[in-house]
């Protein structure tokens, strides 16, 4: 370690795809592999920060308290915390997590940080990160949570957002004990497109067309999808969802309101399929942003959202965070941009940070700059300056897979997975060009190789062949050749120790077929300075013929090896060690063909988890090594010590994919595997180690010299041109490649077969693949194919000549023997069998199909018989009628098994032995008497009396059965029942059957006399001939015959031989009775018959006479004549003869068909009767599967409650035991709280202790001193309270205040304290020391009733979490006496219904009406009782005449009720007449007189007294005419003294005008001078002045409410004399 230094971080490049979060106003920070980077916006400079564990997982940060925190990816990962700008880990939080976190979150206002975990546990976790303390956790919380953030108003407020969930945890505080509670959001529910919706299944049930409707109209509802979340100024939170929906819910109420929807029809046209990435409250207004590269700023006026300002972005943006000082909006894209908005400076959005976030596949550096070149897995390359800034980027367009950097001159090679390798200029860093582009492999480049002077470059693929380029611009890249080597190569070095020697390489090659990564064998050779000089020559392939090649043979299997000055390095992945072997110069003595086994020198033991990857520096003095654990590892090349290591990658990820040094040795740069990261370290160095590196810069100037040299034409070649495609137009035979013999197969003739191999030969020949597809070594053959064509042209010719003659000769030959069959003239008989020897291949493998396909069929028609068929103890069979459709099938019954023989065997004794013991009991009646209502209640009563033989004595009654067993046991009873009767019905089917197949037999012998007799009566008519049909002889379905097989049958070999023979014998045996002359004379003589019969007399013919036939009549003798007479005589006998015989046999045949037509009558009337029987029978047994179903739903409902008994016995067993835990935490809360409350009181009186200790502690000063003190004892100080700012309620979207933290209030008071306890306010008559022993007194005092406001706080804060308490332990005391109470109904609903069973009656058709109403227990929502029809009439007669007699009571009831009707309408009509009196008189009584109307009242004359008042009203008017004509004297000359002083007052404001503004100059002289001089005199004047203007004005207030109020008691007053003055009638009339 001591060699070197140590590795220390130079820039890092990548961007994860996480979230980007503000660490203070101006500070970014995100995730970079297993670093965090932190990126100023201003200065644009970047900082990075290495994880401490093994890679970066969540990150959060916390602007406030200047905090950020991040998980690690490991098992039981850490959760790490530290401050910033220091970078100082504050904590590190462990907790029970096993795998990863998946969101972090830390408050605003206190030490909390929230954690959510992933698979198994999903708990969310808070942390107080200060103390490192775990305060509360909850399992299974955060099952579909992707984000958590704490109410920004309120840190014990958490907001966890899932995948379709929205749910609040609040923590609860009792002292130092936490709880998490959740509360779930009801989101709004949205209907569901018609596309989600699920298609209903369509059937042909007619019963279904009900269901299909009712699916079809079924309004299916989804809840919205929640896609991102924001905290409003009014701790509410704005939810965008996925569907264009933003909702506000407020998380005390739980109540979700809809600010903006997108279906209703005044929706937002550009919100209308607006889907919310992400939002923030910026400027106002809310930010929203979509998928689709647009940013709305939204605002509200009087809860109406609209779009204040829209922003087109470059791409989508995935996140937005809004800075704490509320000026900068920072939006992040998950393909590696940042951008910045700052409405205060300008409305474009700024772009921050651009970087690719696909994976680097490799880098490299070079020149003395340290610039780096790295990969993409997008295909793109980039260069980066030394500092980390990107400088230009060239898109390949291709998967490329690793890269070189050439040590003379400015360029880049690039190895694609097409196998092509790219060489890029580096020298203008704003224009990066492909200058060259070679295709040696058709598969992917795996090593890319410079020697250390830049002579060659070395590569290899996955074939065998490693190439060697010469790397210079001014060969323009030249192939110069390729070297075998055994194997595929795994790694690949080279070593040229000083300038002008060799250049050797090394390579370890493993087997082709080994998937290990493991090779035993290096290959080493040298390559000359000056390339391809004297000491090895290429051949026509392009193969090196290098003599110097040495192959090793290592003990252990190496999976990386790099050759150093004499030694090479390898790493054994079997024995986990590290190992250097040793090249002498005895080892290159040896013959170089002859493989040696090379023994490792040193061995050292290191842990590395998968296959590691060695490196040398350029320098060779360090080894690099790397794997899986992404730790990067140096080592010194003389002591194999390791000298320093830094974790550069993150090991779950992946770890290190690549390392590269840069020329000097002084950089290492390496690329993760998963974590997208580029990162470049500077290697620290110690004094020794430089002394060496300033020997090493000879080297570099002498490569400085082919620099100079090469870079300049490198800068001259010209941009590779991108190669165009040519569509190259091939026949149809090219591109089938099909020869003279492939074209028989298709089916040319030999001909046109000749013809085309011939011609194909010729178009070979000119053929060759486009350039753009050929590798090196593929054009390399070509040119040399080319050569030996041109070389050997004369010779082609000739032999292309004789072929043409051969052609010709072979046309004629095929034209002449055409007609000859193939096999005859088949010039190529081995093609022939081959083709024969295809055809019967193909033939045997249809010939096995075919059997398999038979073989399968014969065991599914076994399968199929064995189930359907064999297994059946009754056949299913069918009887039909001869001379109608009718048609009577049995019962198909399967033997019973053994198990329903047991069951019913043991049904049976249990019922006997109940039987038993209920005789023995004294019962009058058993249960168990076979009951008519199984069987005989089916039918009638004098039809299936033989049923009751099949009834099964030992079934229950239907009324006793109250128990499960008990219906089981019946159910097992009345299927034995059941079976007896269809065996009852099959023994009668069978019967009857049989019958049928006699009276077949007898048919068909009555048919044969029948067409006997129709054959001697010559009629030709078709006879009724009964046949059984397959449903009555189902038998035949199983048998085959053959004339139902129409293909042809295939017999093999034997079968025809064997045919044949039967053939042959049944041929001889007709030959030798072909000449029987026993048989023929039989014939002849008898007909064929041995009996003799009776002379057939239909047959017998009387012919005419010979000459009745020659002659005419008239030439007839007499003898003639008689002997005609006598024919006719003859003639007319057998004539009347036959008539008479056939008119018996016409009789017989037709009593034949008569007793046909009969026998088969009565056949079909015993059908008739047969199927009667099993309608009675379908009948009964319908009856008693009716019973089978009802008991069995019975049981399966018993079985439901017993199920739903169990389901409320575990849960309540799980309130319980929750009770009881329950209980145990809250008897602890209680505790918690009595002990803080003592506490709280001792506070409480030790505060009061204080107040009444201050007199004993200045006892010994005077008393008005005292008091003066204990007045500023309790003097506080004044603490700024923060002032509440007037807020726009209507503005939903208004903006965060700062987030500045509120003023501590001890702090304050303690502040307010200092100034008070200036020596400036200490009284008169006070020393110093009592001053200050009066402060402490005083500070004390304080902080004491400080302290009790904060322990009071924090005791209520306690006191409301243990009532909180104490409701859930009541609600759930109140569901545990629900779920009891439910126990409870539901053990009673199953004993009624075990009690009360479903009876089924039987009610005889034709009777009684019934009500087509399916009218149950159930449906009529009451109980049935079963009784007599008798009571029931006997009831209704009753009614009846109780009916009668309540008619003859309504009807005189309804006569008197008329008669009180009319007497009550009478009385209301007087009742009315009074209470009009009645008010009359009020109001007479309430009537208001006058001393006029009363004087007027009591005159007797009332004109005397009208005369008398005119009189005196005439005085009074003369009276009055006399006192305003001396009113107006008086006032005239009022009026012209008043006129008089006007003049006066007029000159004397003319003479004070004229010395007017000498006046205000005065006056404000001297108000200047005395606000001046006495303006403090003048505050206090208007001080008082003012205090006594407010008590003169509370004074006159006072005592005008005084007067108010004496003045409500002298109206009051006067009308209460008004009313004794002036009396009403009343009072009058009783006066």
Same mark, same amino acid.
């Given at each position: 370690?001591?060699?070197?230094?140590?590795?220390?971080?130079?820039?890092?490049?990548?961007?994860?795809?996480?979230?980007?979060?503000?660490?203070?106003?101006?500070?970014?920070?995100?995730?970079?592999?297993?670093?965090?980077?932190?990126?100023?916006?201003?200065?644009?400079?970047?900082?990075?920060?290495?994880?401490?564990?093994?890679?970066?997982?969540?990150?959060?940060?916390?602007?406030?308290?200047?905090?950020?925190?991040?998980?690690?990816?490991?098992?039981?990962?850490?959760?790490?915390?530290?401050?910033?700008?220091?970078?100082?880990?504050?904590?590190?939080?462990?907790?029970?997590?096993?795998?990863?976190?998946?969101?972090?979150?830390?408050?605003?206002?206190?030490?909390?940080?929230?954690?959510?975990?992933?698979?198994?546990?999903?708990?969310?976790?808070?942390?107080?990160?200060?103390?490192?303390?775990?305060?509360?956790? &909850?399992?299974?919380?955060?099952?579909?949570?992707?984000?958590?953030?704490?109410?920004?108003?309120?840190?014990?407020?958490?907001?966890?957002?899932?995948?379709?969930?929205?749910?609040?945890?609040?923590?609860?505080?009792?002292?130092?004990?936490?709880?998490?509670?959740?509360?779930?959001?009801?989101?709004?529910?949205?209907?569901?497109?018609?596309?989600?919706?699920?298609?209903?299944?369509?059937?042909?049930?007619?019963?279904?067309?009900?269901?299909?409707?009712?699916?079809?109209?079924?309004?299916?509802?989804?809840?919205?999808?929640?896609?991102?979340?924001?905290?409003?100024?009014?701790?509410?939170?704005?939810?965008?969802?996925?569907?264009?929906?933003?909702?506000?819910?407020?998380?005390?109420?739980?109540?979700?309101?809809?600010?903006?929807?997108?279906?209703?029809?005044?929706?937002?046209?550009?919100?209308?399929?607006?889907?919310?990435?992400?939002?923030?409250?910026?400027?106002?207004?809310?930010?929203?942003?979509?998928?689709?590269?647009?940013?709305?700023?939204?605002?509200?006026?009087?809860?109406?959202?609209?779009?204040?300002?829209?922003?087109?972005?470059?791409?989508?943006?995935?996140?937005?965070?809004?800075?704490?000082?509320?000026?900068?909006?920072?939006?992040?894209?998950?393909?590696?941009?940042?951008?910045?908005?700052?409405?205060?400076?300008?409305?474009?959005?700024?772009?921050?940070?651009?970087?690719?976030?696909?994976?680097?596949?490799?880098?490299?550096?070079?020149?003395?700059?340290?610039?780096?070149?790295?990969?993409?897995?997008?295909?793109?390359?980039?260069?980066?300056?030394?500092?980390?800034?990107?400088?230009?980027?060239? @898109?390949?367009?291709?998967?490329?897979?690793?890269?070189?950097?050439?040590?003379?001159?400015?360029?880049?090679?690039?190895?694609?997975?097409?196998?092509?390798?790219?060489?890029?200029?580096?020298?203008?860093?704003?224009?990066?060009?492909?200058?060259?582009?070679?295709?040696?492999?058709?598969?992917?480049?795996?090593?890319?190789?410079?020697?250390?002077?830049?002579?060659?470059?070395?590569?290899?693929?996955?074939?065998?062949?490693?190439?060697?380029?010469?790397?210079?611009?001014?060969?323009?890249?030249?192939? =110069?050749?390729?070297?075998?080597?055994?194997?595929?190569?795994?790694?690949?070095?080279?070593?040229?120790?000083?300038?002008?020697?060799?250049?050797?390489?090394?390579?370890?090659?493993?087997?082709?077929?080994?998937?290990?990564?493991?090779?035993?064998?290096?290959?080493?050779?040298?390559?000359?300075?000056?390339?391809?000089?004297?000491?090895?020559?290429?051949?026509?392939?392009?193969?090196?013929?290098?003599?110097?090649?040495?192959?090793?043979?290592?003990?252990?299997?190496?999976?990386?090896?790099?050759?150093?000055?004499?030694?090479?390095?390898?790493?054994?992945?079997?024995?986990?060690?590290?190992?250097?072997?040793?090249?002498?110069?005895?080892?290159?003595?040896?013959?170089?063909?002859?493989?040696?086994?090379?023994?490792?020198?040193?061995?050292?033991?290191?842990?590395?988890?998968?296959?590691?990857?060695?490196?040398?520096?350029?320098?060779?003095?360090?080894?690099?090594?790397?794997?899986?654990?992404?730790?990067?590892?140096?080592?010194?090349?003389?002591?194999?010590?390791?000298?320093?290591?830094?974790?550069?990658?993150?090991?779950?990820?992946?770890?290190?994919?690549?390392?590269?040094?840069?020329?000097?040795?002084?950089?290492?740069?390496?690329?993760?595997?998963?974590?997208?990261?580029?990162?470049?370290?500077?290697?620290?160095?110690?004094?020794?180690?430089?002394?060496?590196?300033?020997?090493?810069?000879?080297?570099?100037?002498?490569?400085?010299?082919?620099?100079?040299?090469?870079?300049?034409?490198?800068?001259?070649?010209?941009?590779?041109?991108?190669?165009?495609?040519?569509?190259?137009?091939?026949?149809?035979?090219?591109?089938?490649?099909?020869?003279?013999?492939?074209?028989?197969?298709?089916?040319?003739?030999?001909?046109?077969?000749?013809?085309?191999?011939?011609?194909?030969? %010729?178009?070979?020949?000119?053929?060759?693949?486009?350039?753009?597809?050929?590798?090196?070594?593929?054009? *390399?053959?070509?040119?040399?194919?080319?050569?030996?064509?041109?070389?050997?042209?004369?010779?082609?010719?000739?032999?292309?000549?004789?072929?043409?003659?051969?052609?010709?000769?072979?046309?004629?030959?095929?034209?002449?023997?055409?007609?000859?069959?193939?096999?005859?003239?088949?010039?190529?008989?081995?093609?022939?069998?081959?083709?024969?020897?295809?055809?019967?291949?193909?033939?045997?493998?249809?010939?096995?199909?075919?059997?398999?396909?038979?073989?399968?069929?014969?065991?599914?028609?076994?399968?199929?018989?064995?189930?359907?068929?064999?297994?059946?103890?009754?056949?299913?069979?069918?009887?039909?009628?001869?001379?109608?459709?009718?048609?009577?099938?049995?019962?198909?019954?399967?033997?019973? *098994?053994?198990?329903?023989?047991?069951?019913?065997?043991?049904?049976?004794?249990?019922?006997?032995?109940?039987?038993?013991?209920?005789?023995?009991?004294?019962?009058?009646?058993?249960?168990?008497?076979?009951?008519?209502?199984?069987?005989?209640?089916?039918?009638?009563?004098?039809?299936?009396?033989?049923?009751?033989?099949?009834?099964?004595?030992?079934?229950?009654?239907?009324?006793?059965?109250?128990?499960?067993?008990?219906?089981?046991?019946?159910?097992?009873?009345?299927?034995?029942?059941?079976?007896?009767?269809?065996?009852?019905?099959?023994?009668?089917?069978?019967?009857?059957?049989?019958?049928?197949?006699?009276?077949?037999?007898?048919?068909?012998?009555?048919?044969?006399?029948?067409?006997?007799?129709?054959?001697?009566?010559?009629?030709?008519?078709?006879?009724?001939? @009964?046949? =059984?049909?397959?449903?009555?002889? @189902?038998? *035949?379905?199983?048998?085959?015959?053959?004339?139902?097989?129409?293909?042809?049958?295939?017999?093999?070999?034997?079968?025809?031989?064997?045919?044949?023979?039967?053939?042959?014998?049944?041929?001889?045996?007709?030959?030798?009775?072909?000449?029987?002359?026993?048989?023929?004379?039989?014939?002849?003589?008898?007909?064929?018959?041995?009996?003799?019969?009776?002379?057939?007399?239909?047959?017998?013919?009387?012919?005419?006479? #010979?000459?009745?036939?020659?002659?005419?009549?008239?030439?007839?003798?007499?003898?003639?004549?008689?002997?005609?007479?006598?024919?006719?005589?003859?003639?007319?006998?057998?004539?009347?003869?036959?008539?008479?015989?056939?008119?018996?046999?016409?009789?017989?045949?037709?009593?034949?068909?008569?007793?046909?037509?009969?026998?088969?009558?009565?056949?079909?009337?015993?059908?008739?009767?047969?199927?009667?029987?099993?309608?009675?029978?379908?009948?009964?047994?319908?009856?008693?599967?009716?019973?089978?179903?009802?008991?069995?739903?019975?049981?399966?409902?018993?079985?439901?409650?017993?199920?739903?008994?169990?389901?409320?016995?575990?849960?309540?067993?799980?309130?319980?035991?929750?009770?009881?835990?329950?209980?145990?935490?809250?008897?602890?809360?209680?505790?918690?709280?009595? &002990?803080?409350?003592?506490?709280?009181?001792?506070?409480?009186?030790?505060?009061?202790?204080?107040?009444?200790?201050?007199?004993?502690?200045?006892?010994?000063?005077?008393?008005?001193?005292?008091?003066?003190?204990?007045?500023?004892?309790?003097?506080?100080?004044?603490?700024?309270?923060?002032?509440?700012?007037?807020?726009?309620?209507?503005?939903?979207?208004?903006?965060?205040?700062?987030?500045?933290?509120?003023?501590?209030?001890?702090?304050?008071?303690?502040?307010?304290? %200092?100034?008070?306890?200036?020596? %400036?306010?200490?009284?008169?008559?006070?020393?110093?020391?009592?001053?200050?022993?009066?402060?402490?007194? +005083?500070?004390?005092?304080?902080?004491?009733?400080?302290?009790?406001?904060?322990?009071?706080?924090?005791?209520?804060?306690?006191?409301?979490?243990?009532? +909180?308490?104490?409701?859930?332990?009541?609600?759930?005391?109140?569901?545990?006496?629900?779920?009891?109470?439910?126990?409870?109904?539901?053990?009673?609903?199953?004993?009624?219904?075990?009690?009360?069973?479903?009876?089924?009656?039987?009610?005889?058709?034709?009777?009684?009406?019934?009500?087509?109403?399916?009218?149950?227990? %159930?449906?009529?929502?009451?109980?049935?009782?079963?009784?007599?029809?008798?009571?029931?009439?006997?009831?209704?007669?009753?009614? +009846?005449?109780?009916?009668?007699?309540?008619?003859?009571?309504?009807?005189?009831?309804?006569?008197?009720?008329?008669?009180?009707?009319?007497?009550?309408?009478?009385?209301?009509?007087?009742?009315?007449?009074?209470?009009?009196?009645? #008010?009359?008189?009020?109001?007479?009584?309430?009537?208001?007189?006058?001393?006029?109307?009363?004087?007027?009242?009591?005159?007797?004359?009332?004109?005397?007294?009208?005369?008398?008042?005119?009189?005196?009203?005439?005085?009074?008017?003369?009276?009055?005419?006399?006192?305003?004509?001396?009113?107006?004297?008086?006032?005239?000359?009022?009026?012209?003294?008043?006129?008089?002083?006007?003049?006066?007052?007029?000159?004397?404001?003319?003479?004070?005008?004229?010395?007017?503004?000498?006046?205000?100059?005065?006056?404000?002289?001297?108000?200047?001078?005395?606000?001046?001089?006495?303006?403090?005199?003048?505050?206090?004047?208007?001080?008082?002045?003012?205090?006594?203007?407010?008590?003169?004005?509370?004074?006159?207030?006072?005592?005008?409410?005084?007067?108010?109020?004496?003045?409500?008691?002298?109206?009051?007053?006067?009308?209460?004399?008004?009313?004794?003055?002036?009396?009403?009638?009343?009072?009058?009339?009783?006066?």
């Amino acid at each position: 370690m001591s060699e070197i230094g140590t590795l220390e971080i130079s820039w890092i490049q990548g961007f994860t795809r996480d979230n980007v979060e503000f660490v203070d106003n101006n500070t970014v920070c995100y995730a970079c592999g297993n670093h965090i980077c932190f990126l100023n916006l201003e200065t644009k400079t970047r900082n990075v920060f290495p994880s401490p564990g093994r890679s970066v997982g969540a990150l959060t940060t916390d602007c406030r308290s200047g905090t950020f925190a991040f998980s690690e990816r490991k098992l039981d990962p850490s959760i790490f915390v530290h401050t910033f700008p220091e970078l100082e880990l504050k904590n590190e939080l462990k907790g029970n997590t096993p795998l990863d976190y998946t969101s972090l979150t830390l408050s605003d206002g206190g030490p909390y940080l929230g954690s959510c975990s992933s698979f198994p546990d999903y708990s969310i976790t808070v942390w107080n990160w200060e103390k490192a303390e775990l305060l509360c956790t &909850q399992s299974q919380g955060g099952r579909d949570v992707i984000y958590l953030e704490f109410n920004p108003l309120n840190c014990l407020q958490l907001c966890a957002l899932g995948t379709t969930t929205l749910t609040f945890w609040n923590i609860e505080r009792c002292g130092s004990f936490h709880l998490l509670k959740p509360s779930a959001v009801q989101l709004p529910e949205i209907p569901v497109s018609s596309s989600e919706k699920p298609t209903p299944t369509f059937t042909k049930d007619p019963n279904c067309i009900s269901q299909i409707l009712a699916a079809l109209s079924e309004h299916k509802e989804a809840p919205v999808t929640p896609s991102t979340i924001c905290w409003t100024a009014t701790s509410q939170l704005c939810v965008g969802c996925a569907e264009g929906y933003l909702l506000l819910v407020d998380p005390e109420s739980l109540s979700v309101s809809i600010l903006v929807d997108p279906k209703a029809a005044n929706a937002i046209p550009e919100l209308k399929s607006f889907y919310f990435q992400a939002t923030a409250l910026y400027g106002n207004g809310l930010i929203a942003v979509g998928k689709e590269s647009v940013m709305h700023c939204l605002q509200s006026e009087k809860n109406q959202v609209s779009i204040r300002q829209t922003w087109q972005l470059e791409r989508p943006v995935t996140t937005a965070v809004v800075s704490p000082n509320k000026d900068a909006l920072l939006l992040s894209a998950n393909t590696g941009q940042i951008y910045v908005l700052n409405t205060g400076k300008s409305d474009q959005i700024e772009k921050i940070l651009d970087v690719h976030n696909s994976s680097f596949v490799t880098a490299a550096l070079f020149s003395d700059k340290n610039i780096c070149v790295s990969l993409r897995d997008s295909g793109i390359l980039q260069l980066w300056s030394s500092g980390g800034t990107c400088l230009a980027s060239l @898109p390949l367009e291709t998967e490329v897979l690793n890269i070189t950097c050439c040590p003379i001159a400015h360029y880049a090679a690039v190895g694609t997975a097409s196998g092509k390798i790219l060489f890029i200029d580096l020298n203008f860093e704003k224009q990066l060009r492909l200058v060259h582009k070679i295709d040696l492999y058709h598969t992917a480049v795996d090593h890319l190789v410079f020697d250390q002077e830049g002579c060659y470059l070395l590569c290899s693929g996955l074939d065998s062949h490693l190439y060697v380029l010469d790397g210079r611009p001014s060969a323009k890249f030249k192939v =110069l050749g390729y070297v075998e080597v055994p194997g595929r190569i795994l790694s690949l070095s080279t070593q040229c120790h000083a300038r002008g020697e060799d250049v050797k390489a090394l390579a370890l090659c493993g087997s082709q077929e080994d998937k290990k990564n493991e090779g035993s064998w290096l290959l080493m050779f040298c390559l000359p300075f000056k390339g391809i000089g004297g000491s090895f020559s290429v051949d026509r392939q392009g193969c090196l013929h290098i003599p110097k090649i040495f192959k090793f043979k290592v003990p252990a299997p190496l999976t990386s090896c790099v050759l150093g000055i004499g030694e090479a390095f390898g790493y054994c992945h079997r024995s986990k060690s590290l190992q250097r072997f040793q090249f002498s110069e005895d080892t290159f003595s040896i013959f170089s063909k002859k493989k040696v086994t090379l023994n490792p020198k040193d061995e050292v033991n290191f842990q590395l988890p998968g296959c590691a990857t060695l490196l040398l520096s350029p320098d060779c003095m360090l080894l690099a090594s790397m794997g899986r654990q992404g730790v990067l590892q140096l080592r010194s090349t003389s002591s194999m010590e390791l000298c320093c290591q830094r974790r550069c990658h993150s090991k779950r990820l992946g770890g290190i994919r690549s390392v590269s040094f840069s020329p000097d040795s002084l950089k290492v740069v390496t690329t993760g595997v998963g974590d997208g990261s580029l990162l470049c370290t500077d290697i620290r160095a110690d004094d020794e180690y430089m002394a060496a590196y300033k020997k090493r810069q000879i080297r570099a100037q002498s490569i400085r010299t082919s620099f100079i040299s090469e870079n300049p034409i490198l800068i001259n070649l010209p941009v590779q041109e991108e190669e165009t495609s040519v569509s190259s137009k091939k026949t149809e035979e090219t591109e089938f490649g099909l020869d003279a013999t492939d074209a028989l197969q298709f089916g040319l003739d030999a001909t046109d077969a000749l013809q085309f191999g011939l011609d194909a030969t %010729e178009e070979d020949e000119h053929y060759l693949p486009p350039a753009s597809t050929s590798t090196w070594l593929e054009k *390399r053959h070509e040119e040399i194919v080319k050569e030996d064509n041109k070389e050997h042209a004369e010779t082609k010719k000739e032999l292309r000549d004789t072929m043409n003659e051969l052609r010709e000769a072979v046309h004629k030959m095929m034209l002449e023997n055409e007609n000859l069959p193939i096999k005859q003239f088949n010039l190529d008989v081995e093609e022939q069998k081959r083709l024969d020897a295809m055809a019967e291949e193909e033939a045997q493998k249809v010939k096995a199909e075919i059997e398999q396909d038979i073989l399968e069929k014969q065991f599914q028609r076994d399968v199929l018989k064995r189930e359907c068929w064999d297994s059946m103890l009754v056949k299913p069979r069918s009887i039909n009628a001869f001379h109608s459709k009718l048609a009577v099938q049995n019962y198909p019954l399967k033997e019973r *098994r053994e198990k329903e023989l047991e069951d019913i065997s043991r049904v049976q004794n249990m019922r006997a032995i109940e039987k038993a013991a209920s005789k023995l009991m004294g019962r009058k009646k058993d249960s168990s008497k076979p009951e008519e209502g199984h069987v005989a209640e089916s039918a009638d009563n004098e039809k299936l009396s033989v049923l009751l033989a099949y009834a099964n004595k030992y079934l229950y009654d239907q009324f006793s059965m109250q128990t499960v067993e008990q219906r089981v046991n019946q159910i097992i009873l009345i299927q034995d029942l059941i079976y007896s009767i269809k065996m009852a019905f099959n023994s009668d089917f069978d019967a009857l059957f049989k019958r049928k197949l006699k009276e077949i037999k007898i048919v068909e012998d009555r048919n044969k006399n029948i067409r006997d007799i129709m054959l001697e009566l010559h009629i030709e008519e078709e006879l009724w001939e @009964p046949r =059984l049909t397959d449903m009555e002889w @189902p038998e *035949r379905l199983l048998i085959v015959e053959d004339s139902e097989i129409k293909a042809e049958k295939y017999l093999t070999p034997e079968q025809k031989a064997e045919e044949e023979r039967l053939r042959l014998e049944r041929e001889a045996r007709l030959a030798a009775h072909k000449d029987d002359s026993r048989e023929r004379a039989l014939k002849d003589m008898m007909d064929g018959v041995l009996e003799v019969k009776k002379v057939d007399i239909l047959k017998v013919e009387i012919f005419p006479p #010979e000459f009745s036939l020659t002659k005419p009549p008239i030439q007839w003798s007499e003898e003639e004549k008689k002997l005609f007479k006598e024919y006719e005589k003859n003639f007319k006998e057998l004539t009347e003869e036959k008539e008479k015989y056939k008119r018996g046999l016409e009789f017989e045949m037709k009593k034949l068909q008569e007793i046909i037509k009969e026998s088969t009558d009565k056949f079909d009337e015993s059908l008739i009767k047969l199927f009667e029987k099993k309608v009675k029978f379908m009948a009964a047994i319908y009856q008693e599967e009716l019973k089978i179903t009802y008991l069995a739903q019975s049981v399966r409902k018993v079985e439901e409650m017993n199920r739903q008994e169990q389901e409320l016995k575990l849960k309540l067993e799980q309130l319980l035991a929750q009770k009881v835990t329950t209980e145990k935490d809250l008897m602890g809360y209680k505790d918690m709280v009595e &002990q803080f409350q003592f506490e709280y009181e001792d506070f409480v009186a030790e505060d009061k202790n204080l107040d009444s200790e201050f007199r004993k502690e200045f006892a010994d000063l005077p008393k008005y001193v005292t008091d003066q003190l204990y007045k500023l004892f309790k003097r506080r100080p004044r603490i700024q309270r923060r002032g509440t700012q007037s807020v726009d309620d209507s503005n939903v979207f208004r903006q965060h205040g700062l987030n500045t933290p509120a003023p501590d209030g001890l702090s304050q008071i303690l502040a307010g304290m %200092e100034e008070m306890d200036a020596p %400036e306010n200490m009284p008169k008559g006070v020393t110093q020391s009592v001053w200050e022993k009066f402060c402490a007194v +005083r500070k004390t005092k304080v902080e004491s009733e400080q302290k009790i406001k904060v322990n009071g706080l924090e005791l209520a804060e306690m006191q409301a979490f243990l009532q +909180r308490r104490l409701d859930e332990d009541y609600a759930a005391q109140e569901e545990i006496k629900q779920h009891f109470e439910e126990l409870r109904s539901l053990r009673n609903k199953r004993n009624q219904h075990l009690m009360n069973p479903m009876i089924l009656v039987v009610l005889p058709q034709g009777q009684v009406e019934t009500s087509s109403v399916d009218l149950t227990a %159930e449906t009529a929502e009451t109980d049935y009782i079963l009784i007599n029809r008798s009571v029931v009439d006997n009831l209704k007669e009753k009614i +009846r005449k109780v009916a009668e007699q309540k008619i003859t009571y309504m009807e005189a009831r309804c006569e008197v009720r008329k008669d009180i009707i009319q007497l009550e309408w009478q009385h209301r009509v007087l009742d009315k007449k009074i209470e009009d009196l009645h #008010e009359q008189k009020r109001d007479i009584k309430m009537l208001r007189l006058s001393k006029d109307d009363m004087e007027c009242l009591s005159k007797k004359d009332p004109n005397t007294h009208v005369l008398e008042k005119i009189s005196k009203m005439e005085k009074s008017i003369d009276f009055m005419k006399r006192t305003h004509k001396r009113a107006i004297h008086r006032r005239m000359k009022k009026l012209k003294q008043l006129n008089k002083k006007i003049s006066m007052t007029a000159d004397s404001s003319t003479a004070i005008k004229k010395n007017l503004p000498e006046m205000e100059t005065s006056v404000a002289e001297l108000r200047h001078i005395y606000e001046a001089a006495a303006t403090e005199e003048n505050e206090a004047a208007e001080r008082d002045e003012r205090y006594q203007e407010i008590l003169h004005r509370r004074q006159l207030e006072d005592l005008a409410r005084a007067k108010s109020d004496e003045l409500d008691l002298l109206r009051k007053e006067v009308e209460r004399l008004e009313r004794r003055n002036f009396p009403s009638l009343d009072q009058l009339k009783h006066n």
